[in-house]
């Protein structure tokens, strides 16, 4: 059974900086492509940032575009997202994703993933 674990989140001011990781309970990681999604109070899950199996070719959302960072240790089984000038707007529930694939190229779909974490806060004072 896939068990993600994410942790990090905290409470932080604006422009301050938080690092996510999502640890991996999965056979053959290199295998899954990996994103991260969040889910604020009263709206919908969406899309923050995903990443292609060999770590290579990445994806952000607009608003986090030159702000978070996603990578991946394929030999530690984790993910990271390095999230920097927090904004107040950023506050939500984070969630990291796997989508066991062979297509290396990542995804912004949620449908296309098949295991959630359980999710951690990340909350921004302004």
């Known amino acids: 059974q896939v068990q993600l674990v994410e942790s990090g989140g905290g409470l932080v001011q604006a422009g301050g900086s938080l690092r996510l990781s999502c640890a991996a309970s999965?056979?053959?990681?290199?295998?899954?492509?990996l994103g991260w999604f969040r889910q604020a109070p009263g709206k919908e899950r969406e899309f923050v940032a995903a990443i292609n199996r060999n770590g290579g070719s990445t994806l952000y959302t607009d608003s986090v575009k030159g702000r978070f960072t996603v990578s991946r240790d394929n030999a530690k089984n984790t993910v990271f997202l390095q999230m920097n000038s927090l904004k107040p707007e950023d506050t939500a529930v984070y969630y990291c994703?796997?989508?066991?694939?062979?297509?290396?190229?990542?995804?912004?779909?949620?449908?296309?993933?098949?295991?959630w974490g359980q999710g951690t806060q990340v909350t921004v004072s302004s």
């Open positions: 999965l056979r053959s990681f290199s295998s899954y492509r």
């Open positions: 994703a796997a989508d066991f694939t062979v297509i290396n190229v990542p995804t912004t779909s949620q449908t296309e993933y098949h295991s």
